[in-house]
């Protein structure tokens, strides 16, 4: 998109525009599927559910906020595309393996709550789907057939 005055160089301004997109998970009930591409746009604001996040090539969980996280704001940065999958409340722990509390307004590298072979392992799969929603959702969807359910507690309190 091209907007504004000329740069420096005399060529026309460019602007970067945020595209936010998101849909229904097909895999796992409740899910909502979702990619960000562009610049990084406004704040996350607090849903109480947490995310599996795809961000250039590495694997992150997303816990359920108290308050606004800036969008794209993740550990080592965030360039490019970003994807990721938004469990229902409740939901995540059990897939994760951790408490929501702990992961309270965090976003951590999969390796830190995994181990780290398993991770790589991983991420190398989600580079292979052409959809990049499409890894965490499988990832999601894997570890839930092998999970026990989620605690029916755990949806009203994060």
């Excluded at 849903?47 to 308050?67: E, I, S, Y």
């Excluded at 409340?89 to 702990?102: D, I, Q, R």
């Excluded at 929603?133 to 839930?144: H, T, Y």
Aim: glycine share 16%; net charge positive.
């Amino acid at each position: 998109m091209l907007r504004g005055p000329r740069a420096a160089g005399g060529g026309p301004r460019r602007s970067v525009v945020a595209v936010y997109e998101e849909r229904p998970s097909a895999l796992v009930t409740g899910a909502i599927v979702w990619r960000r591409t562009g610049a990084p746009g406004g704040p996350v604001l607090p849903d109480g559910c947490m995310d599996l996040l795809w961000v250039g090539g590495r694997l992150l969980a997303a816990g359920p906020g108290t308050g606004p996280h800036p969008a794209g704001e993740v550990p080592g940065g965030c360039h490019g595309a970003m994807s990721g999958l938004r469990f229902a409340s409740g939901t995540a722990p059990a897939l994760l393996g951790v408490p929501a509390y702990e992961l309270r307004d965090r976003r951590v590298e999969l390796a830190d709550l995994w181990p780290g072979p398993q991770v790589r392992a991983l991420a190398e799969r989600m580079s292979a789907y052409e959809d990049p929603g499409s890894g965490p959702e499988r990832l999601a969807s894997g570890r839930a057939a092998r999970s026990g359910p989620p605690d029916p507690r755990s949806s009203t309190t994060a």
